[in-house]
């Protein structure tokens, strides 16, 4: 089934570790998204990709990085995480022609 | 870039009343108003969108305005009922380049 998979769901690491949020689809989109969610709701664009070897970074300033190397994968990387990236954060894709976004079910980052 | 503003945050109903949220956007390059419902736990879901070239769209008990001239457009759910419980983000932009606003916690009480 044609879907947009995050691994892990849920995720606790110590401050200053490395980690590596993985986000894959098999919608066949080109665009991909990821967005940081406040436990208070709002959605902040961190960055998005139009496809292979595109990434570009959102409105919300983040100290995170992310490749594109395939169409189908995504992954988030923060070199060195602190408590202030304790977030929900999703992962998201949409058609190039299209414009409805489809979100992964999510990962909950905390760091102690 | 476009900024968004939702209101209300939070939003209490009895069933079957209906709600209304509001959103405004300042980019008039923005032509595309999707909305999300987020229930809780789960991931965020288109539930209707309206292009900048109609007015108003309706799906069973949804509806979204657009006042293209004010840079307005609302969320309308009448006869609530409790599965409507959720988080409704409101969205502007064009192409593919859009931007959520901050969210209505909806509550139908039954």
């Known amino acids: 089934e044609a879907d947009i998979y995050q691994t892990p769901r849920y995720l606790v690491i110590g401050t200053g570790k490395k980690i590596t949020l993985e986000c894959s689809q098999t919608m066949g989109h080109d665009k991909m998204y990821w967005y940081q969610q406040d436990p208070g709701m709002e959605l902040h664009l961190i960055h998005y990709s139009y496809g292979v070897n595109s990434t570009e970074k959102g409105d919300l300033s983040s100290e995170s990085t992310v490749s594109r190397i395939r169409t189908e994968h995504f992954p988030l990387t923060l070199e060195s995480a602190r408590p202030s990236h304790t977030s929900q954060y999703l992962c998201?894709?949409?058609?190039?022609?299209?414009?409805?976004?489809?979100f992964g079910q999510g990962t909950r980052l905390t760091v102690v | 870039g476009e900024n968004v503003e939702q209101h209300p945050s939070t939003l209490s109903v009895q069933e079957g009343d209906s709600a209304v949220i509001k959103c405004t956007y300042s980019d008039s390059a923005s032509n595309y108003f999707p909305w999300y419902k987020q229930e809780l736990g789960k991931r965020p879901q288109l539930i209707i969108d309206?292009?900048?070239?109609?007015g108003e769209k309706k799906d069973q008990r949804i509806a979204v305005t657009l006042n293209k001239t004010a840079k307005h457009f609302s969320l309308h759910i009448t006869e609530t009922q409790p599965e409507d419980s959720a988080v409704y983000f409101c969205a502007a932009g064009w192409g593919n380049q859009f931007y959520f606003g901050t969210g209505t916690s909806l509550t139908v009480i039954p």
């Open positions: 309206i292009r900048s070239n109609v």
């Open positions: 998201a894709s949409s058609s190039l022609g299209g414009t409805e976004a489809f």
